[in-house]
Nanobody, 116 residues
Framework: QVRLVESGGGLVQSGGSLRLSCAASIRIDSFDHVGWYRQVPGKERELVATIDADGRSDYADFVKGRFTISKDSAQRTVYLQMNSLKPEDTAVYYC??????????WGQGTQVTVSS
């Protein structure tokens, strides 16, 4: 059974930082890609950042230079370091992992709220 559990969300002031964690029940390197998405009510879920099995990362334009995705294979965890947070970053952040092209897994989400 593959499980993803996010943590690290919370309330932070504009300009502050948070680090989200996504802990997996299996080896992180088993996945083709692990990514972070976010969603606000009434809007579609949007991609924030991804990291592949080789450690290559990619980011949405709206977080480039502010967010960093990384992984710790020994800890089976993927992180999202979020700096210079803005009120528009407020959302529920979800961890997503893809394996064998067609298998897709989601975590339960963690709320991030940035106050102005």
């Amino acid at each position: 059974q593959v499980r993803l559990v996010e943590s690290g969300g919370g309330l932070v002031q504009s300009g502050g930082s948070l680090r989200l964690s996504c802990a997996a029940s299996i080896r992180i390197d088993s996945f083709d890609h692990v990514g972070w998405y976010r969603q606000v009510p009434g809007k579609e879920r949007e991609l924030v950042a991804t990291i592949d099995a080789d450690g290559r990362s990619d980011y949405a334009d709206f977080v480039k230079g502010r967010f960093t995705i990384s992984k710790d294979s020994a800890q089976r965890t993927v992180y999202l370091q979020m700096n210079s947070l803005k009120p528009e970053d407020t959302a529920v952040y979800y961890c997503n992992a893809r394996r064998y092209v067609t298998e897709l897994y989601w975590g339960q989400g963690t709320q991030v709220t940035v106050s102005s």
